[in-house]
């Protein structure tokens, strides 16, 4: 399945490494979402984009810092990350906001992201 | 209280069994429901929505009931295939918030 994909699908880097993180979305949708999951944690919303306009920053640290150039594209820029970083990070997309179907969700594969 | 919540498991059920998962959340306002699977080190996939009226798809089967705020996934016959993570989703619509359960884990066991 190619709709949503995401690279890379495995990152190690140091606490001093600065890295993106890349997800596209094939699927025509308009909203776009970052999520955080770690071992034995529930999903935890990072960012949420509608029309390319973030719409949620869920308290997320500022070594988190989020892009989205248009709606097929989203990034995920880290720098100085701490080893509790490290964990599963799923991109999704959806129909915009609002809109009916938003509320159903297709996930990429993740980027599985260790921080030494 | 935790917006959505599941118990976790893990559930070890032999092949053929019948197993319930159960879903509590606790926003009245919540609209939209949902059953999503995880397979180890895979992403979330919908496995089904669900409806007042409860809703069937082949061997699982969906109810909701907005009284108690409950939510509930019936799988019959198990498959060693049917071994993942489900999670419990819920949608609060004028917040355009989706909430995500922890996640029930379930092992089919030959």
């Known amino acids: 399945e190619t709709g949503v994909t995401q690279t890379p699908r495995h990152l190690v880097m140091g606490m001093t490494n600065k890295k993106s993180l890349k997800c596209e979305q094939h699927?025509?949708?308009?909203?776009m979402y970052w999520y955080k999951q770690s071992a034995k944690k529930p999903l935890e919303l990072m960012f949420v984009?509608?029309?390319?306009?973030?719409?949620e920053n869920n308290s997320v640290p500022s070594r988190f810092s989020p892009e989205c150039p248009n709606s097929s594209h989203l990034f995920l820029h880290l720098h100085t990350l701490q080893p509790e970083d490290s964990a599963l990070y799923l991109c999704?997309?959806?129909?915009?906001?609002?809109?009916?179907?938003?509320?159903?969700?297709?996930f990429g594969p993740g980027t599985r992201l260790t921080v030494l | 209280r935790k917006e959505v919540e599941q118990d976790p498991g893990p559930f070890n059920v032999p092949e053929g069994a019948t197993v319930a998962f159960n879903c509590t959340y606790s926003?009245?306002?919540?609209?939209?429901f949902f059953w999503y699977r995880q397979d180890c080190r895979k992403e979330p996939k919908l496995l089904m929505s669900?409806?007042?009226s409860g809703n069937e798809d082949g061997r699982f089967t969906a109810q909701l009931n907005r009284a108690s705020q409950y939510i509930s996934l019936l799988i019959r016959d198990s498959k060693l295939s049917d071994s993942a993570t489900y999670l419990c989703?819920?949608?609060?619509?004028?917040?355009?918030?989706?909430?995500f359960g922890p996640g029930t884990s379930l092992s089919v066991i030959p």
């Open positions: 999704a997309s959806s129909h915009p906001l609002g809109a009916p179907g938003w509320d159903t969700q297709y």
């Open positions: 699927l025509g949708h308009n909203a």
């Open positions: 984009y509608n029309f390319k306009e973030q719409t």
């Open positions: 926003n009245s306002a919540s609209q939209s």
């Open positions: 669900v409806y007042s």
């Open positions: 989703v819920v949608t609060i619509s004028s917040y355009d918030k989706v909430i």
